[in-house]
C-alpha cells in the first residue's frame, strides 16, 4: 500500500458507480486513482477524494493502476464553490497544472504554490488578477521555464525605468538598448519588472506579499499569461471560461 499527500485536480466519473480522480502529490508528481463505487461512498473518504480536496490517500497499485483504499482530508477548500469566477480560475490552474507537471517531478514546490494561491483565492485576500499572476510565473519557475529577469542582455543595467521583455523567455533589454529586435514582446517600466523578479525569485513565505498599482497589475497579468502561453503552445478552454465570467 501506499500512502502519499495529495491535491485533487480532477475528476471524471466512469460507468455507474466509479471515477477517476487526477491527484497532485508532494512525492510522485501527477497520479490517476481510481475510485470504486464513488458514488456510494460517504463521510470522510468520500470528501476527501472530491475536486480541490487535499488529503492522505492510500492506495493501491494493482497492474499499473492505482486504486484508492482510504482517505483522510487534510484540508477542502470549500470556500471556492461560493464563487464560480474562483472555481473556474482554480480549475485553470489545474489544467496548467496537468499539462505541465509530468509523474517523476519533483512535486513539493508546486504543491505548496498551488496550496497556497487557492488558500488566498478561497478567503479572497489577494485579487484573482494578482494570484493568477503569481501561479502562472511562479509555476513556470519550479518548472525550468525561469524568465531571465537579472539585467538588460546588452548594457547590464539592473533597474531600467523602463524596458522591453521579450515573451518568450523573458529576458529584457533596456529601453536604450531597444532596437526592435523582438517579435513578441511587452513594453513596461520597471515597477512590472520589479514585481515579476519578486514572484520568480522570493522565498515562499513572502511570496504573496507584495503590493503594485493598478496600472502595474493589469500589464504583470497580460504579461504572465502572454509568458504561460508561449511556454504551453496552446490554449485552455477554462481559461476561455474564466475570461468570459469576466467579461473579456
Ligand atoms: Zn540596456
Known amino acids: ?69 482510504s482517505a483522510e482530508p487534510i484540508h477542502i477548500f470549500y470556500g471556492l464553490r461560493n464563487s464560480l469566477a474562483a472555481l473556474s480560475l482554480a480549475s485553470y490552474f489545474s489544467d496548467i497544472l496537468r499539462y505541465c507537471i509530468q509523474e517523476k517531478s519533483d512535486g513539493e514546490n508546486i504543491i505548496r504554490l498551488f496550496l497556497n ?27 525550468g521555464f525561469m524568465p531571465d529577469v537579472l539585467v538588460c542582455r546588452k548594457c547590464g543595467t539592473f533597474e531600467p525605468q523602463e524596458l522591453y521583455f521579450n515573451v518568450p523567455d523573458g529576458s529584457f533589454v533596456c529601453k536604450d538598448c531597444f532596437s526592435g529586435e523582438y517579435n513578441n514582446f511587452f513594453s513596461v517600466k520597471l515597477p512590472v519588472l520589479s514585481a515579476v523578479r519578486h514572484i520568480v525569485l522570493t522565498d515562499f513565505d513572502r511570496l504573496f506579499n507584495f503590493r503594485v498599482s493598478e496600472e502595474t497589475l493589469e500589464i504583470l497579468s497580460e504579461f504572465a499569461e502572454a509568458y504561460i502561453q508561449a511556454h504551453t503552445e496552446r490554449s485552455f478552454n477554462t481559461l476561455d471560461f474564466y475570461k468570459s465570467l469576466k467579461g473579456k
Request: net charge positive; with cysteine; hydrophobic share 40%.
Open 1 to 69: 500500500m501506499i500512502i502519499t499527500e495529495g491535491i485533487v485536480l480532477k475528476e471524471r466519473f466512469s460507468g455507474e458507480h466509479d471515477k477517476f480522480i487526477d491527484i497532485l502529490t508532494k512525492d510522485r508528481g501527477i497520479i490517476e486513482i481510481c475510485v470504486k463505487g464513488a458514488r456510494k461512498i460517504n463521510g470522510k473518504s468520500g470528501s476527501s477524494a472530491q475536486l480541490f480536496a487535499y488529503s492522505k490517500f492510500c492506495i493501491d497499485l494493482r497492474k499499473n493502476m492505482y486504486f484508492l483504499n
Open 117 to 143: 494561491t487557492l488558500h488566498f483565492l478561497e478567503k479572497g485576500l489577494r485579487s484573482e488578477k494578482q494570484l493568477k499572476a503569481i501561479f502562472e510565473l511562479r509555476l513556470m519557475s519550479e518548472t
